[in-house]
């Protein structure tokens, strides 16, 4: 499965914005999602995740309660939708696939992964 996040971009402290991950060449209805953020000098910290059947959810601690996931298998997309956001949240998210059932909060956990979108907060 290939992977392309897009929806990233500038954000005064506060706002909102949704992150799009859309998959080609294989359905995200055989796979774990989840989503992941790099900040420069920092190493790669898991944001949530999404098991394959979509019972289980996990959010860092970070972000509960201000992001939320969601999928659209019929679309072949995962959704990051990140309200209240602070300047801590800068950084670049990858989203990613598993091919397991639950919902990993470890890169290692993931085969597959998108490109990256950049995501900005001014305060």
């Known amino acids: 499965v290939q992977l392309q996040a897009s929806g990233g971009g500038l954000v005064q402290a506060g706002g909102s914005l949704r992150l799009s991950c859309a998959a080609s060449?294989?359905?995200?209805?055989?796979?774990?999602l989840g989503w992941f953020r790099q900040a420069p000098g920092k190493a790669r910290e898991f944001v949530v995740s999404?098991?394959?059947?979509?019972?289980?959810?996990h959010y860092a601690d970070s972000v509960k309660g201000r992001f939320t996931i969601s999928r659209d298998n019929a679309k072949n997309t995962v959704y990051l939708l990140a309200n209240s956001l602070k300047p801590e949240d800068t950084a670049t998210y990858y989203c990613?696939?598993?091919?397991?059932?639950?919902?990993?909060?470890?890169?290692?956990?993931?085969?597959?992964w998108g490109q990256g979108t950049q995501v900005t907060v001014s305060s």
């Open positions: 990613a696939a598993a091919r397991t059932l639950g919902a990993g909060t470890e890169p290692l956990d993931y085969n597959y």
């Open positions: 060449r294989g359905s995200i209805s055989s796979y774990a």
């Open positions: 999404i098991s394959m059947y979509s019972g289980t959810i």
